[in-house]
């Protein structure tokens, strides 16, 4: 699927679920990662991620596209669009939109490594997935220095 097709599918999916028209531009966003996609509030665009469509299909497509046109019909008739709003959550169950989109497989990587650092002070032991720099920071609980116990590879 192109942008064009995805175009006219979400004008198709406007017009049908919603009754009202999709006046601007959807299109595929390949940088997305996490997010099925994003209704731009000051272009009032849509993006889709087009991993969802190749993972998932076109159900998945079609639950994001209601998404996030909820966003955008909202937004137009200047009620409330985000999430937490009532407006917001009875139209998207009203057309049978997805509240979250499914998670790519392969995407978000565990860090493999464990950082543990204690206060030379108060002996405070802190775990960290990143490392820091000890010379730049202090224990937060006395500041005192901080040094570097041990790391850990996960394998």
């Known amino acids: 699927m192109n942008d064009f097709e995805l175009q006219k599918l979400v004008e198709h999916i406007s017009t049908d679920s919603f009754e009202l028209p999709f006046k601007h531009q959807a299109l595929f966003n390949p940088r997305l990662r996490t997010t099925g996609g994003r209704y731009l509030l000051g272009s009032h665009n849509i993006e889709i991620n087009p991993k969802q469509f190749e993972h998932f299909g076109m159900d998945a497509l079609v639950g994001i596209i209601k998404h996030e046109l909820c966003h ?78 041990k790391t850990f590879k996960k394998s």
């Not at 392969?106 to 108060?122: F, M, N, P, V």
Request: net charge positive; glycine share 8%.
């Open 72 to 149: 955008y019909h909202l937004h137009l008739q200047k009620k409330g669009y985000r999430h937490i709003d009532k407006d917001f959550q009875n139209l998207l169950t009203k057309v049978e939109g997805t509240k979250y989109c499914n998670a790519i497989p392969g995407l978000r990587k565990a860090s493999k490594t464990l950082h543990i650092y204690s206060c030379t002070t108060c002996g405070a032991v802190f775990n960290r997935k990143r490392a820091i720099d000890t010379k730049k920071y202090v224990c937060g609980k006395c500041k005192g220095k901080i040094r570097k116990t």
